[in-house]
């Protein structure tokens, strides 16, 4: 019988390998996270919009000023509840830098306690400390409001546009649609802010201004937030649908060009 390692390396001695060959290749194993025969791997997850709004800890971070002024305002006086505002603001920046958070949520908060607190200087009143919220929020609803009018409804356009997804889906009507009630929800959660706590402003109920500010944040976000997932997964799914039609359609499209010019040549 022909001895198959002979028969191989060309010699009677199966022990003995072809030097032609040269050694044999070395396998190299593939790292563990990068792609192998030629594919990507896999996709780190998208942030959620939580996450880009600075997470949990962003918005207990953005209470804080509010009710250390308070705190610091009844015991103190009004120079104190300012001064100590600003400190709690500064001290929350330098807490995200130094667990490198992301520091765009904190900048933010830092001048918008700011202006408030120079607001509730100039009033000499410590209700005053509220009273660029509470237009904030007038502006804000418009500005969401508007967008709806104007078919380019805000919370399609911001999430698309922090995610780097485009604006195709303002060509889908049902997509469209699901951004309208999750930007109306918005508007709705706006106005509200804007109309209690105008009233208890005017009351000069300072105590209940204060409590509506943080009652109104986290309840009321938490449902537009909800609303605002519920909206991104609908648009997801309805251009995930559409971009499968459309790859039909042109493999239909294909085969039929196909067909057709097979049987001219015939």
Request: cysteine-free; aromatic content about 12%.
């Amino acid at each position: 019988m022909t001895n198959p390692a002979a028969h191989v390396n060309g010699s009677g001695d199966p022990d003995r390998r072809d030097e032609s060959t040269g050694p044999a290749p070395e396998v190299l194993e593939p790292q563990s996270g990068e792609p192998q025969n030629g594919e990507p791997g896999p996709e780190e997850p998208e942030p959620t919009l939580l996450e880009q709004m600075g997470g949990i800890s962003g918005l207990i971070y953005s209470s804080v000023p509010v009710l250390v002024f308070v705190l610091a305002n009844a015991l103190g006086g009004l120079t104190v509840g300012i001064w100590s505002a600003l400190g709690s603001a500064v001290l929350i920046t330098v807490i995200r830098v130094v667990r490198k958070e992301p520091l765009q949520p904190a900048i933010s908060g830092f001048f918008g306690v700011g202006i408030a607190a120079f607001i509730a200087y100039q009033t000499g009143s410590a209700k005053g400390f509220f009273l660029f919220g509470i237009w904030t929020s007038l502006v804000y609803g418009g500005v969401f409001a508007l967008s709806i009018l104007f078919r380019w409804p805000l919370v399609g356009v911001i999430w698309s546009g922090l995610n780097g997804h485009g604006q195709g889906w303002r060509k889908d009507k049902k997509s469209v649609f699901a951004y309208d009630l999750a930007t109306a929800t918005f508007v709705l959660i706006f106005a509200a802010r804007f109309i209690v706590q105008k009233w208890l402003y005017d009351e000069d109920l300072t105590g209940w201004l204060a409590f509506a500010r943080l009652a109104m944040g986290y309840p009321l976000f938490a449902i537009a937030l909800v609303v605002t997932v519920w909206a991104v997964r609908k648009a997801q799914l309805r251009q995930k649908e559409l971009e499968e039609t459309e790859t039909i359609d042109d493999e239909t499209v294909e085969a039929a060009l196909r067909a057709k010019y097979s049987g001219t040549q015939d």
